[in-house]
């Protein structure tokens, strides 16, 4: 499943593209009078949370929000968006007992956001952009759920930081005359979660931090 929004990705860059159309920095160009474009914003994320001991970016959530480009000229612009973000951790432990069988402990880790990235722009006509900046994480709900072996489900106050900063660098792409499609990698700059606050189930001593990748369409009116 974390392969989808890649594989989906690749499929849209290797359509044909050759057919005339008016890119969003052409019109940009054509009307040097308008600065503003925006417009609904949809993708993504695979997500794990470095600190927890498990790997691999096993946690698929939803994005979607708004975006607002400001153009300072052909070049260089400034991207703000404000989206409903999911993220977390997921893993599936397996033993096998000669007395009950196989069993499974699952771990996950929901941490609902509102993300603001803010991001500096560079755009190489007529297609491209090359985006970095920091990204503004405040918490809207978390859920951590530990399925054990010989125990029932225990049930944590996850206590997630209230918010958290990240720095994200990503591209995007002129599929259509008003359609992007977008790619970024988002890092911690600050921890999502403290040490001190993190169960003993998935504490080794360290902060954890936030580690994600994005996969995403923008449509710009």
């Known amino acids: 499943m974390k392969y989808i929004p890649l594989c989906i990705l690749c499929f849209l860059f290797s359509l044909n593209t050759s057919v005339a ?3 969003l920095f052409e019109t940009y160009k054509e009307d040097a009078h308008r600065t503003f474009f925006g417009g609904p914003v949809f993708g993504l994320n695979a997500t794990q949370i470095d600190g927890d001991g498990y790997g691999g970016y096993d946690k698929t959530g939803i994005y979607a929000g708004i975006g607002l480009t400001f153009f300072i000229n052909q070049q260089w612009g400034v991207d703000f968006q404000m989206l409903y973000s999911r993220k977390g951790s997921i893993d599936r432990g397996v033993m096998d007992s000669p007395y009950s069988g196989t069993q499974f402990s699952d771990y996950y880790a929901k941490v609902n956001v509102l993300e603001i990235p803010v991001n500096i722009a560079y755009y190489h006509f007529p297609r491209w952009a090359f985006l970095g900046g920091p990204v503004l994480n405040l918490l809207i709900s978390e859920e951590e759920v530990f399925h054990s072996f010989y125990q029932p489900d225990d049930d944590f106050n996850p206590n997630f930081e209230k918010w958290s900063l990240d720095l994200a660098v990503g591209i995007r792409y002129n599929l259509f005359s008003n359609f992007f ?5 988002s ?7 403290r040490v001190e606050n993190t169960p003993l189930e998935v504490n080794y ?4 931090s936030n ?3 994005s996969f995403g369409f923008q449509y710009i009116f």
């Open 205 to 208: 001593g360290r902060h954890q």
């Open 21 to 23: 159309q008016t890119t």
């Open 187 to 193: 890092y911690s700059v600050t921890p999502m979660r």
């Open 211 to 213: 580690n994600q990748l």
């Open 181 to 185: 499609a977008q790619a970024k990698f």
